[in-house]
């Protein structure tokens, strides 16, 4: 559809039905700007971020009298 259509369409489009079309424009360039903010992460992008302590797979003390 070129543009001058689509112009013609809507010039002739009462007022409530053009406040309609405003909107949903409005909510597909929202939805645009959405799909574009996604980025994947990268492999290792969290690198340095986490910890886990030397003694996590040691046993813990509270189970020693089941082992």
């Known amino acids: 559809m070129e543009q001058s ?3 013609t ?3 002739y489009l009462p007022p ?6 405003n909107d949903f424009i409005d909510y597909l360039l929202n ?7 996604k980025v994947k992460p990268e ?3 969290a690198k340095g971020q ?6 996590f797979d040691e ?8 082992m």
């Open 16 to 21: 409530d039905l053009k406040s309609e079309v």
């Open 5 to 7: 259509q689509l112009f």
């Open 9 to 11: 369409k809507i010039y």
């Open 59 to 66: 046993p813990l003390d509270d189970f020693k009298e089941y």
């Open 43 to 45: 492999f290792g992008c």
């Open 50 to 55: 986490i910890y886990i302590s030397p003694d």
């Open 31 to 37: 939805k645009r700007k959405k799909e574009i903010k």
